[in-house]
């Protein structure tokens, strides 16, 4: 069954992010599944996806899919986008 969610007036958000090898996926993982599921104007269904998008030698990609609706779209990326870098930040500048 496909759903056309679009015509519902929501849209999907992509976003993809690098990480160094040093930072683990299951945190990154972790840390972006909390700040999606408090971000007040994400969706709750379809629910959002996290993954892999990228594996290269100098570190991998993950791709964030989540649903918002259509009104504010690139005010609301942006955003999300402020919140996800915020979240990640520690894992980016660890402290010595």
Known sequence: MIFNYSRESTLRVDISIKFSYAISFTEVKKIAMETIGSFE???????????????????????????????????????????????????FNPKK
């Open 41 to 91: 104007k994400g969706l709750k269904m379809p629910p959002p996806r996290i993954g892999i998008d990228k594996i290269e030698a100098d570190g991998y990609t993950i791709i964030i899919n989540t649903w918002i609706n259509s009104h504010g779209l690139q005010d609301t990326r942006l955003e999300l986008n402020e919140k996800l870098m915020n979240c990640f930040e520690p894992l």
